[in-house]
T-cell receptor, first 121, second 105 residues
Framework: QVQLQESGPGLVKPSQTLSLTCTVS??????????WAWIRQPPGRSPEWLSY?????????NPSLKSRLSASMDKPKNQFSLSLTSVTELDTALYYC????FGRGRYLQNWGQGTLVSVSS | EKVMTQSPATLSVSPGERVTLSCMAS??????LAWYQQKPGQAPRLLIY???TRATDIPVRFSGSGSGTEFTLTISSLQAEDFAVYYC????????FGQGTRLDI
């Protein structure tokens, strides 16, 4: 069973760039078995899909946020990451990483526990 | 963007009851629908995918049905641990979630 652990800055100032990392255990980001996804959930609201990336380097972004998002992988560290530029208070949320099994529908099978990011000056 | 609408927003129920939650898509999504359960302080947990297939280790009291634009999640006999928020998610075109249905005691 793949396990995921998010890490992030906790607090980011408006207009700055938010950087998140997900560390994978029990599987390999290089394997091609999964897409590696990011989802966020503002307090009291429903989840919002942000991005997913495949081992071959293909990246996919939520069209409404595409201009601000950048996903990447660090295969030696078995991690994948997401950057979100020009943050505002609206980007305050619990950020999750998750897996989407390759070759199946884009449903989210395994989730990390999430990392809370607050945007405030 | 395919908009997912869940109803009701909140449902007050009792243990042992049969419950049906609704999810509607703004346009046809075939059977590209998943359901998740989320308890306070936890990540969402996949219950159902492809509209009607239970995920690994999900109890048989959870069942999903529907296709096109109308979907339901049924819990045949509510257990105490089922009180949570339930989300539907479409994956026919990118990924979008409904706003959730909260099951309250």
């Amino acid at each position: 069973q793949v396990q995921l652990q998010e890490s992030g800055p906790g607090l980011v100032k408006p207009s700055q760039t938010l950087s998140l990392t997900c560390t994978v255990s029990g599987g390999s980001v290089s394997s091609g078995d999964y897409y590696w996804a990011w989802i966020r959930q503002p307090p009291g609201r429903s989840p919002e899909w942000l991005s997913y990336i495949f081992s071959a380097g293909s990246t996919y972004y939520n069209p409404s946020l595409k201009s601000r998002l950048s996903a990447s992988m660090d295969k030696p560290k078995n991690q994948f990451s997401l950057s979100l530029t020009s943050v505002t208070e609206l980007d305050t949320a619990l950020y999750y990483c998750a897996t989407i099994q390759f070759g199946r529908g884009r449903y989210l099978q395994n989730w990390g526990q999430g990392t809370l990011v607050s945007v405030s000056s | 963007e395919k908009v997912m609408t869940q109803s009701p927003a909140t449902l007050s129920v009792s243990p042992g009851e049969r419950v049906t939650l609704s999810c509607m898509a703004s346009e046809s999504i075939g059977t590209n629908l998943a359901w998740y359960q989320q308890k306070p302080g936890q990540a969402p947990r996949l219950l159902i995918y492809d509209a009607s297939t239970r995920a690994t280790d999900i109890p048989v009291r959870f069942s999903g049905s529907g296709s096109g634009t109308e979907f339901t999640l049924t819990i045949s006999s509510l257990q105490a641990e089922d009180f949570a928020v339930y989300y539907c998610q479409q994956y026919a075109n990118w990924i979008t979630f409904g706003q959730g249905t909260r099951l309250d005691i």
